[in-house]
């Protein structure tokens, strides 16, 4: 049996970049096309990983393991949960709409773009698959290089600035991080991520490592008050960063968390995670009231990606309490599924929201929302599609944007009614700012003549947001497929936060 | 014998196959394609609800309650969707699919000329595909799904005519206010889930005994009773679904509709959701008196307080939006003595004879050709003699006049409440007393000044007759003037008017005995015996006719006498009194016309205010504090390095080189820390 899968899921689409990049400029037909065929096949590969992958099993499995750099004991290690696979596999369908959403919209060296994209989708595909410490963090640095060029190349007026905005602040997070695992190194011997789970750490220990490591993780999320690179490198970047930033890249802050924070310092977490639950509020409530007032498009929905992330973590650390408070294992299960599949759908439904501003740019360019108003009445599908994710944005049952926030807000309740309470707020905040934006963008009657010109969606950005809505609606309105292939991982997560170092 | 689960699903898939044929394929489908696969799907489901109705009655069937799939399954938590069929959702099921049947029919003549004519259809067979999944659903998750969706298809249906300032901000508003109830309603489910264990509702209810005693820790010393944190939970849900005082702010705007999803959502069918899902809670509610008693006082408020506000409107569809809060108010103050069944047996009658009004209004507005004030009607009866009939026995039955639908519906509520003990009741009395003579004051106004007395329109004949477009003088028409003289509208109009007609004068006299005071809704409804007021009213009951009869001699119908002399008086004999009333009676005309300025208040607080709010944390919190006090530093920094940078680089290859360079430092100084141990013993210095 072939067992070297999750390098194949790596190094296709960063290998497959060389001859895309070798196509030229002046070919751009060809790298187009080569860089299609490479996401198609990554694709392939990550469905092959679904079927291999044994969900009820439990575990890390498929894994590859081989020496690095002997010295250190640094190995090239690989192994996936179910969390890992889902997603992986989420990388990779974003990985294709983004190939295809850029396809004549990016007409300066497009070659670079799609190389840049694929290497992109490697490197984020490395860190969900990585179980060596130093491995993890060389693919954590490795993937703001992509995403620094995509930005700087591509971006906007103000990319300078954005560029190194987003790279200083992530940099410095991830300083802490590389200190914290030096640390353990030093005492542990090895990079081996299921070693420093299991190693011994007084409380003084775990209390140090847990905020270099929430440092480094937080600001990727990003959570108050570590978020403000966000918006900014949102705005600067082209559409396809924007995807893939908001789909992909900041699911790998709160993947850190879960296997860094949680298997490393499960006791400074448990002790902090009043900390983490009161920021994750902060993220819901105050962050809503800032994305209501935001006049540019993008920067509203990056700061509703920083609300829906709080969820994320919010529903971590719930199981935190509940486990360590409570012992109820069956409710902090619920609330860590719930962060897995907010994950995951935030993924779709952010990549989705991002790809329709793209969408609007690519017609007016422009992303203030008082520049538009009345689009319907040009673009009637596209409205379809807007306020389909707007809804999901705000969590309507029925798309994948409810099923995570509902597990996180249950689980929440039963550990603290105002935790729920505060939680729950979104339902109101999420849906003022995403349907207020929608009432300016899209309803109305035309007031401004060049949206009078807009054309209808073409059978490419149809394709795009057509797999982004049946993905969100799939989860929606079915997420047990989802929630079994995550299970096992979740419940043996959850029982690691049991377990006391001290 | 049970209930066949294709039977029920086709019920529940059959509105939503035309949905989306209509919605998607409506361009090659055409509008007569589309309004037909719409229509059968909602009849088949009509037939079906029928069917399934006679079964359960007749039939012999049982309660049917399994689930179809599995939504998740975590540890020993099971969401599923599922279907619970008893009687009382039988009795939903037919309602809405009649309502909605009829409603279907209706708009294929009055959406006649409308671009959007596909759309309409594609979202009103959504909405009856929603409601559906709300009232069959065996379990809260799937009662959410429904209750947001009927909220979403609302929401679409309120901007239908989205190029209408006012239509996309009653729109908006709904959608946040009905927010503001569902996120009571989520803590309300959170809260079943965290005291029972289960989303399952049949589990659920045979746990909710074990909910006495509990409580749930609010701060430290401050418990509250558990059932009375859920039922208040719950009910704050239904406060914002029904409209009921403080978040009714939202349904008259909802009126800026297409007026026959003013009689489908807004009157019949989404807006009682709060009260069936009340009903269907029984077993919970009846544990909680407090929570009850919370429902009553604001069941009663709404039912006066707004019904008062209809009295001074002049818009025909929004004297019957105000009946419409002022009629779930009284459902509601039904919920909060325990009459349960008298709250889902006035839900009924009043979907009838409320879809019937809406839509006689709708026949009105046509025959105008789109001019909703009564300033400018008056005399339409021989214009249109269907529409008048049918409208004034859907007014009787709202007035509840003996042998109406209505009255054995509100009658029993009235007296219900006469009975109950419960803290309020006294408040709630006066308030549904006094609602019935406000009743008759706004419904006899609205038919006086619509059908009777002069006409207050002109008809500008020499308008060219060569065209026959109604809408020619959409938006820049002058009040009153007429391009054609109204006529009856057409028969898909009328024929759902003698449709609703029919029910609404006779479904009370038929089914009042068993439906209120026998058992038939049995185990679907529960009610301790202590609280059972119906039953204690029941044993009064000697027939429908004797009941009718009775109710002649009654306060509330010489209120409504009452009322209608004042109306007859005032609209037909002195026409000029009604002025004179309004500036005696200037203050209260002026408190009634502001609305109590409750939606001013809200304006100003809750969306100025919001964007306020949000305005200065952005502002203060990230632009200020975060990123001009905690990253100040690095921020100047970025921009002498930018600058630097600028300086130095002669192509985009920088980014490559200024990445790389950080990363060897970065990789090197990891080296070289590590290889000192300096960094571990310095950051923790064991």
């Known amino acids: ?502 | 014998m049970e209930l066949s689960t294709s039977v029920l699903l086709t019920i529940a898939l059959a509105p939503l196959l035309g949905c989306l044929l209509a919605g998607f394929l409506g361009r090659f489908l055409g509008r007569a394609g589309s309004h037909s696969v719409t229509i059968l799907g909602v009849a088949i489901s009509c037939a079906l609800s029928f069917y399934v109705l006679y079964q359960l009655m007749l039939g012999g069937a049982t309660t049917y309650n399994q689930n179809i799939y599995t939504w998740f399954q975590i540890g020993p938590l099971n969401a599923s969707v599922g279907f619970l069929v008893d009687r009382l959702t039988a009795m939903m099921l037919v309602v809405v699919s009649f309502v909605s049947l009829l409603v279907h029919l209706y708009t294929v003549g009055y959406m006649h000329d409308d671009p959007g004519y596909e759309r309409f259809f594609s979202y009103i067979s959504l909405f009856t595909f929603s409601m559906f999944m709300l009232v069959m659903s065996n379990n809260f998750v799937q009662l959410f799904f429904g209750w947001e969706a009927v909220g979403l298809v609302s929401y679409l249906l309120i901007g239908f005519w989205y190029k209408k300032p006012s239509a996309i901000f009653a729109n908006l508003k709904a959608f946040l206010v009905n927010r503001v109830g569902d996120f009571g309603f989520l803590l309300g489910i959170a809260a079943v889930l965290y005291f029972l264990h289960t989303l399952d509702y049949a589990t659920a209810f045979d746990a909710a005994p074990g909910l006495v005693g509990k409580t749930l820790q609010i701060t430290a010393g401050t418990h509250w009773d558990a059932a009375t944190v859920i039922c208040i939970c719950l009910f704050i849900g239904a406060m914002g679904k029904s409209a009921q005082v403080p978040l009714h702010v939202w349904l008259p705007d909802s009126m800026e509709g297409p007026t026959p999803i003013s009689a489908l959502i807004h009157a019949a069918t989404m807006v009682t959701a709060g009260i069936f899902m009340v009903a269907r809670m029984s077993p919970l509610f009846e544990l909680s008196q407090s929570a009850l008693s919370f429902v009553l006082v604001i069941g009663a408020t709404t039912a006066l307080f707004t019904g008062m506000i209809g009295i001074v409107q002049n818009d025909i569809k929004r004297v019957i939006a105000y009946s419409t809060l002022s009629q779930l108010g009284y459902m509601t103050v039904a919920l909060g003595v325990s009459a349960y069944s008298g709250a889902v047996y006035h839900l009924m009658t009043h979907a009838f004879f409320k879809a019937l009004l809406f839509l006689g209004a709708g026949s009105v507005i046509i025959a105008m050709h789109h001019e909703q004030d009564m300033r400018y009607m008056g005399g339409l009866r021989k214009y249109m003699p269907i529409t008048w009939i049918t409208m004034w026995i859907g007014s009787l039955a709202l007035c509840g006049v003996p042998f109406f639908s209505g009255f054995y519906s509100k009658d029993a509520i009235i007296e219900a409440v006469g009975l109950s003990h419960r803290w309020g009741a006294h408040y709630a009395y006066f308030c549904v007393m006094a609602g019935a003579l406000v009743t008759g004051l706004y419904t006899f106004r609205q038919m006086y000044l619509t059908f009777h007395g002069e006409e207050r329109f002109t008809v500008r004949e020499n308008h060219g007759h060569g065209h026959h477009d109604d809408h020619d003088d959409h938006g820049h028409h002058q009040p009153g003037v007429l391009a054609h003289a109204p006529k009856e509208s057409p028969w898909v109009v009328t024929v759902p008017l003698v449709l609703l007609a029919i029910p609404s004068l006779l479904i009370g006299f038929f089914t009042v005995g068993p439906m209120l005071f026998g058992d038939w809704f049995g185990k679907a409804i529960h009610v301790n015996e202590a609280n059972n007021v119906l039953a204690e009213l029941g044993q009064e009951f000697h027939g429908s006719l004797a009941m009718a009869l009775k109710g002649f001699t009654q306060l509330p119908f010489l209120l409504v006498l009452a009322a209608f002399a004042i109306n007859t008086y005032i609209y037909l004999f002195n026409p000029a009194m009604a002025g004179k009333i309004k500036s005696a009676l200037k203050p209260l005309w002026t408190v009634l016309d502001r609305k109590y300025w409750v939606d001013d208040v809200y304006f100003a607080v809750f969306a100025r205010g919001g964007v306020m709010l949000g305005r200065g944390f952005w502002k203060m919190g990230d632009t200020a504090v975060i990123d001009g006090a905690m990253v100040n530093g690095s921020v100047s920094m970025i921009h002498r390095i930018a600058a630097t940078l600028r300086r130095l680089q002669s192509g985009y290859l920088y980014h490559y080189a200024f990445a790389m360079i950080l990363g060897l430092i970065l990789l090197l100084g990891g080296y070289w820390l590590m290889g000192s141990g300096f960094v571990g013993s310095t950051l923790v210095g064991q």
Not at chain 1, 110 to 133: K, R, S
Not at chain 1, 207 to 219: D, G, N, P, Q, V
Not at chain 1, 477 to 497: A, C, D, E, G, K
């Open chain 1, 1 to 502: 049996m072939f067992n070297h899968l999750l390098s194949l899921l790596i190094w296709l689409p960063v290998a497959g970049a060389i001859p895309v990049l070798l196509a030229g400029s002046a070919r751009p037909n060809t790298a187009r096309w080569l860089a299609l065929i490479v996401a198609v096949l990554t694709l392939a590969a990550s469905l092959l990983l679904l079927v291999q992958y044994h969900p009820d099993a439990g575990g890390m499995q498929l894994s590859e393991s081989y020496l690095w750099i002997a010295s250190w004991g640094v190995h090239y290690s690989l192994a996936v949960d179910g969390i890992s696979v889902a997603l992986i596999v989420m990388t990779t369908f974003v990985g294709i709409l983004v190939i295809v959403g850029a396809w004549e919209v990016i007409q300066d060296r497009p070659h670079q773009y799609m190389a840049a994209m694929l290497m992109l989708e490697g490197l984020l595909i490395g860190v969900f698959c990585a179980t060596d410490a130093l491995l993890f963090y060389a693919l954590f640095e490795a993937i703001l290089i992509p995403m620094f060029i995509l930005i700087g190349i591509w971006g906007g007026p103000r990319r300078v600035y954005a560029t190194l905005k987003f790279f200083i602040y992530t940099f410095f997070g991830s300083v802490f991080m590389l200190i914290a695992l030096l640390y353990l190194y030093q005492k542990a011997g090895t990079f081996d991520m299921a070693t420093l789970a299991a190693l011994p750490l007084t409380m003084k220990e775990q209390t140090w490592i847990f905020f270099a490591f929430l440092i480094a993780f937080a600001i990727k999320v990003p959570m108050v008050p570590v978020h403000t690179w966000l918006p900014d490198a949102h705005v600067e970047a082209p559409t396809g960063g924007s995807v893939v930033l908001a789909a992909v890249m900041l699911k790998v802050g709160t993947y850190g968390m879960l296997r860094f924070i949680l298997p490393i310092t499960p006791d400074a977490g448990a002790h902090f995670a009043w900390l983490v639950i009161g920021l994750s509020l902060v993220a819901v409530v105050y962050i809503g009231y800032v994305a209501l007032v935001q006049e540019d498009m993008k920067k509203l929905v990056a700061y509703s990606s920083v609300a829906h992330m709080g969820f994320v973590t919010l529903g971590i650390f719930i199981a935190f309490m509940l486990v360590r408070e409570q012992g109820n294992t069956d409710m902090a299960q619920l609330g860590m599924q719930g962060a897995m599949v907010q994950m995951i759908s935030h993924g779709f439904v952010s990549g989705a929201m991002f790809t329709c501003i793209g969408v609007l740019y690519d017609r007016l360019h422009s992303r203030q929302i008082k520049d538009y108003g009345g689009v319907i009445n040009v673009m009637p599908w596209f409205g379809f599609f807007y306020v389909l994710f707007a809804m999901a944005n705000s969590g309507l049952p029925g798309t994948s944007g409810f099923v995570g926030e509902f597990m996180v807000i249950m689980a929440s309740f039963s550990a603290n009614p105002w935790i729920a309470l505060f939680a729950a707020f979104t339902l109101i905040i999420g849906a003022a700012y995403t349907l207020w934006l929608v009432k300016r963008v899209l309803w109305g009657d035309i007031t401004n003549p060049h949206v009078a010109d807009m054309k209808e969606i073409n059978g490419r950005e149809t394709f795009v947001l057509v797999a982004f809505a049946a993905a969100v609606l799939a989860l929606g309105i079915w997420p047990q497929p989802l929630v079994h292939l995550m299970n096992t991982s979740v419940s043996q997560l959850v029982q690691q936060l049991a377990i006391h170092k001290i």
